[in-house]
């Protein structure tokens, strides 16, 4: 029959375009999900390392026998500074002086701190050309355990490497008192008179 055949033609049209806009809508979707940004978790940032404990400066007493420890007022530097940041101050403070009329100092006067960096083995010091000049070689052992110990004073097994205006140190005086590197408490201890047993709290 002609009628019946025309609506059998004219429902595959239907049937054929509705596949056609699924498909064509389903492409759609698919090609705006391939396209759509996908969200990125941020990359975790490290935090310098942050200090536990006091930090401490050393002096020498008014005889120069046995060095002298005192907590290092930090002042505007906040609680969860570095360990760089700490030592930076603490050393701004050492090359100053003592304020205390019973402390002495073997550090020569106008002795700068140049750098200071904290590295997996040991903290390294960069000091001024002052550091080198007078004294005997008491005094010279005077300044290497003021150094050593203020700068180990968060971590008293940590070696320090310690340059003198770039290069690294290894006679002090004039006497030629030998300078093993890197410095270490435990070495300090073997091979000068200034030793901790005569430290005074």
Do not use: C, H
Not at 20 to 43: D, E, K, M, N, R
Not at 142 to 167: D, E, H, I, K
């Amino acid at each position: 029959m002609p009628g019946q055949e025309q609506k059998r033609i004219r429902g595959w049209g239907w049937g054929l375009g509705l596949v056609a806009l699924v498909a064509i809508g389903g492409t759609a979707w698919w090609t705006f999900q391939s396209q759509a940004p996908q969200s990125v978790a941020p990359t975790p940032t490290s935090s310098p390392a942050v200090v536990s404990g006091q930090v401490e400066l050393y002096w020498l007493n008014a005889d120069g026998t046995g060095l002298v420890k005192t907590p290092l007022n930090l002042g505007p530097i906040p609680e969860n500074a570095s360990t760089v940041e700490v030592l930076t101050a603490g050393f701004s403070q050492l090359l100053s002086g003592p304020d205390a009329p019973t402390l002495t100092t073997t550090i020569p006067a106008g002795t700068k701190l140049e750098t200071l960096d904290v590295k997996p083995d040991g903290i390294y010091i960069n000091l001024s050309k002052e550091f080198k000049e007078g004294g005997g070689s008491t005094s010279m052992q005077g300044r290497l355990g003021q150094v050593l110990y203020t700068a180990t004073s968060l971590n008293p097994t940590q070696p320090v490497w310690l340059s003198v205006n770039g290069q690294p140190l290894t006679v002090l005086g004039g006497e030629g008192l030998e300078v093993k590197q890197p410095l270490t408490r435990a070495e300090f201890e073997q091979s000068f008179a200034l030793t901790p047993s005569k430290t005074q709290e």
